[in-house]
């Protein structure tokens, strides 16, 4: 069975740093996409970012949306079966509940929440102004 799990939310002032994981498990496949997504009060979920692995090493493919370009960074630990996205210079903004999902196989499509196939928990993030 795979399984997300977010973690790392939390309330912090304008300018500072979050960094926020996922943990997965039960992957049974070696090619796949693992990404952040977001949704704030009365918004709709949007992505924020995502990689690709191939034959369970990442490739190199990173996506971002353009909010999230020069201020947050992607990445994975194949050892410890875990996603991170760090994200500086935070904005208000920038609150949302942040989910980490993923879509099993190769993709070069567009990146939207109705492609990914297992989704975690989300995780709160509030930026002070």
């Known amino acids: 069975e795979v399984q997300l799990q977010a973690s790392g939310g939390g309330l912090v002032q304008a300018g500072e740093s979050l960094r926020l994981s996922c943990e997965f498990s039960?992957?049974?496949?070696?090619?796949?996409?693992i990404g952040w997504f977001r949704q704030a009060p009365g918004k709709e979920r949007e992505g924020v970012s995502c990689?690709?692995?191939?034959?369970?090493?990442?490739?190199?493919?990173?996506f971002y949306k353009d909010f999230a370009k020069g201020r947050f960074t992607i990445s994975r630990d194949s050892a410890k079966n875990t996603a991170y996205l760090q994200m500086n210079s935070l904005k208000p903004e920038d609150t949302a509940v942040y989910y980490c999902a993923a879509r099993q196989g190769w993709y070069a499509g567009r990146f939207t929440d109705a492609v990914m196939h297992y989704w975690g928990k989300g995780t709160q993030v509030t930026v002070s102004s």
């Open positions: 990689l690709s692995v191939i034959d369970g090493r990442a490739d190199g493919r990173t």
């Open positions: 039960g992957f049974t496949f070696d090619d796949y996409v």
